[in-house]
């Protein structure tokens, strides 16, 4: 069992910055996945960034590339998402998705809202 706590989120003005981090603790295996997806009402939940354990590939959706950074350290279990010229589409809730071994475990969700 993996257990995910995600910190950042807030209000920001269109244009600002946010980090999120997600730390996680409990049965971790050296090879897994750490990922950012995000939820807006009335949408489904889509794919923001991922980012391997060996190796740091990582993987964006397109509306989000040149813009967002995703990173982790993985002597502290952390993956982080540095997010920069936030746009009023990017509000939603933002939820850390850990994988390993076929399995995933989420995040509780953190708020972003991109407003003026």
């Known amino acids: 069992q993996v257990q995910l706590v995600e910190s950042g989120g807030g209000l920001v003005q269109p244009g600002g910055s946010l980090r999120l981090s997600c730390a996680a603790s409990g049965s971790i295996f050296n090879i897994n996945v750490m990922g950012w997806y995000r939820q807006a009402p009335g949408k489904q939940r889509e794919l923001v960034a991922t980012?391997?354990?060996?190796?740091?590939?990582?993987n964006y959706a397109d509306s989000v590339k040149g813009r967002f950074t995703i990173s982790r350290d993985n002597a502290k279990n952390t993956a982080y998402l540095q997010m920069n010229s936030l746009e009023p589409e990017d509000k939603a809730v933002y939820y850390c998705?850990?994988?390993?071994?076929?399995?995933?475990?989420w995040g509780q969700g953190t708020q972003v809202t991109v407003s003026s």
């Open positions: 980012i391997t354990s060996i190796g740091g590939i990582t």
């Open positions: 998705k850990f994988e390993q071994s076929r399995r995933a475990s």
